[in-house]
């Protein structure tokens, strides 16, 4: 089967490699087939503190006569002193300087809102927030040292899963797409540690769960089990995954069934992941059409993504319309998302597509979980697309039909939001 990288399901729309300086990958010794990384030891979240009622602004009474207020006294214990927090934080990874994608969608300032998500995680005061990864599978990524886990292999067919065996607890990558899984767990979750790139949540844990063959496609119920699995639901002849996720991240959709709208098998599973409290983040495809004839782009409860460019326009292979919740930087051929990746040239790769627009929701999915972990999935929908930024004329397209959602992610916007509330805490 010859097949164009606009058609693989897997949502990378085009590759483009970059030259740059080297990400220089430590030697990492690759974990054993089914090896998972233990979690670190660390104490149960404390049960949350009453939340007081922040102070009520009262608003100024026009026309009252200016009087001067009395004089306080200045504070003079350290107490009540309160430091000036940074209202941006800048990685210092080399990358970084070329991470547009970053700066469009605000993690500067969602990055300085949140200073515990963005320390290692063996500092951490909670375990980590566990995002997983359905796609080409494990990679043992240089940036996720420490925060990887090496899932499970849902693909049934020996065949098309090109590793000798169907399914099994051997989760690595195969083939010319195996960096897929990689850049998009990247995205997520790569260190701030002065290496390559920078991740959105450089805390949280991803583990890998392969539903792609060495072809680039996905058949519909591998992805109904992985999707299962994933969110730590049983799924018959697999052992329960040890690290549950919270955000399913699914940069691809399922092939080998028609277009024609959510196929029954995956909103089965999309609905018992969501009843289960995992938020499901999706690709809208690369085809330019609309999203709703894909699965799960096109399923109810999961929270549909397409790309937009810097100027909060839509690039001509993003799928749009009603079931597309919002936009993220999804890159162009000539404009990449620049990620670190051990296959790509100089330890880096500069792909485009919807692939590359849905891990920076889920990265800021799992960071405010990080703050706010009781959030359901439906609080974190309604969050991420009404901080969104609108776009520019209030559409992504001239045709109102084609539309984007309700605008580019803006993790700022929503930290400060999640924040500002006791809502899931
Ligand atoms: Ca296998
Ligand atoms: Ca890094």
């Known amino acids: 089967m010859k097949l164009s990288a606009l058609t693989l399901p897997l949502l990378c729309a085009a590759l483009l490699n970059v030259e740059g300086q080297a990400?220089?990958?430590?030697?990492?010794?690759?974990?054993?087939?089914?090896?998972?990384?233990?979690?670190?030891?660390?104490?149960?979240?404390?049960?949350?503190?009453p939340n007081p009622s922040p102070p009520e602004i009262a608003p100024s009474a026009p026309g009252r006569p200016q009087t001067a207020p009395p004089l306080v006294p200045l504070p003079t214990t350290p107490q009540q002193v309160r430091p000036t927090l940074p209202t941006t934080y800048q990685p210092s990874d080399p990358l970084y300087a070329r991470q547009w994608d970053m700066t469009t969608i605000g993690m500067p300032q969602a990055w300085a809102l949140l200073p515990e998500a963005v320390?290692?995680?063996?500092?951490?005061?909670?375990?980590?927030?566990?995002?997983?990864?359905?796609?080409?599978?494990?990679?043992?990524?240089?940036?996720?040292?420490?925060?990887?886990?090496?899932?499970?292999?849902?693909?049934?067919?020996?065949?098309?899963?090109g590793d000798g065996n169907g399914r099994d607890r051997d989760a690595s990558g195969v083939g010319q797409f195996a960096y897929h899984g990689e850049v998009v767990a990247n995205i997520i979750a790569a260190a701030h540690d002065g290496r390559g790139m920078a991740g959105i949540h450089p805390s949280a844990r991803i583990v890998q769960v392969r539903v792609a063959g060495v072809d680039g496609l996905i058949d519909p119920q591998d992805l109904a089990d992985g999707l299962r699995w994933a969110a730590g639901l049983a799924v018959p002849g697999v052992p329960t995954n040890p690290n549950p996720a919270k955000v399913l991240n699914l940069s691809l959709f399922a092939d080998f069934i028609p277009l024609t709208g959510c196929d029954a098998r995956i909103q089965k599973a999309v609905t018992a992941v969501t009843a289960r409290g995992a938020l499901i983040v999706v690709g809208a495809a690369n085809d330019g059409a609309d999203a709703a004839g894909y699965s799960p782009a096109g399923c109810r409860g999961v929270l549909t993504v397409t790309s937009a460019t810097q100027g909060g326009a839509r690039p001509a292979y993003a799928n749009w319309g009603r079931s597309v919740a919002l936009a993220a930087p999804g890159g162009e051929t000539d404009h990449g998302i620049p990620v670190s990746s051990l296959s790509g040239a100089g330890g880096e790769r500069s792909p485009n597509g919807t692939s590359m627009a849905a891990p920076h929701v889920s990265g800021v999915a799992s960071l405010i979980l990080s703050a706010r972990p009781r959030l359901t999935p439906a609080q974190l929908q309604s969050l991420l697309t009404r901080t969104a930024t609108p776009f520019p004329a209030g559409h992504c397209d001239p045709d109102p039909t084609r539309s984007c959602g309700s605008g580019t992610l803006n993790a700022g916007a929503a930290v400060r939001t999640a924040l500002a509330s006791s809502l899931g805490k």
């Open 23 to 49: 990400a220089a990958p430590g030697a990492i010794p690759a974990l054993p087939p089914g090896q998972t990384v233990p979690a670190p030891q660390v104490p149960a979240p404390r049960p949350a503190a």
């Open 119 to 161: 320390k290692t995680v063996s500092t951490l005061k909670t375990p980590p927030i566990t995002v997983a990864v359905l796609d080409t599978g494990f990679v043992n990524s240089p940036e996720l040292t420490g925060r990887i886990v090496n899932g499970y292999d849902f693909v049934r067919d020996p065949v098309r899963a």
